[in-house]
């Protein structure tokens, strides 16, 4: 399996678990899932099971289906929080890490104009205690119905896109209208 930089690890053996849910809440058949993907039913059924991991682009390809989107008037609002926040908070898509709304504190720590940030892969910008956090959050119930606040200090990180300061951090965790996950990250 080839690791893709801009993604997660946890972000491949997400995949499977994501791709049930999603076909589930859209009542799309395998057979399906596998057209849209371009691969076939008895591959979705290996991923789904946990059997394989998709590799390459057929990952990067299931990932922007299953990605975070705020479509939902709810999401929407979620979303209108965050940029009506003063606090530098931001909100991504849990699986991709894609941004999907942030504060004007947080464009503050921007290293590109916002306007580019927005819809941005953050995997890349983490810092090596993210990197940690994130690979503790099965095991800290992260997917359970209700998942805990995964609270812990950073150090920093300036990165091409934007600067990690050094202290603590906060993810909340919420299921979106599609059932996607969006994870809220606070600076504290």
Not at 33 to 39: C, D, F, N, S, T
Not at 126 to 149: C, F, H, K, M, N
Request: charged fraction near 30%; proline fraction near 5%.
């Amino acid at each position: 399996m080839d690791e893709t930089p801009d993604m997660p690890p946890r972000c491949r053996s997400d995949l499977g678990r994501g791709l049930r849910t999603w076909r589930a809440l859209h009542r799309v058949k395998q057979s399906h899932a596998a057209e849209l993907l371009g691969v076939s039913q008895p591959q979705i059924s290996r991923w789904e099971r946990g059997e394989q991991r998709p590799g390459g682009a057929e990952a990067r390809a299931l990932a922007d289906l299953l990605a975070a989107r705020l479509t939902g008037a709810a999401d929407r609002r979620l979303g209108q929080f965050v940029r009506d926040s003063a606090a530098p908070v931001h909100l991504v898509c849990d699986l991709t890490h894609r941004l999907l709304a942030f504060s004007g504190a947080r464009a503050r720590s921007f290293r590109r104009p916002p306007e580019e940030l927005d819809g941005a892969l953050l995997w890349e910008c983490a810092s090596a205690e993210i990197v940690a956090a994130e690979g503790r959050l099965e095991a800290a119930g992260w997917y359970d119905v209700a998942a805990p606040v995964m609270a812990f200090r950073t150090s920093g990180r300036k990165s091409r896109l934007l600067e990690i300061r050094e202290g603590p951090m906060a993810w909340t965790r919420f299921r979106l209208s599609d059932g996607s996950h969006a994870r809220l990250v606070e600076t504290l």
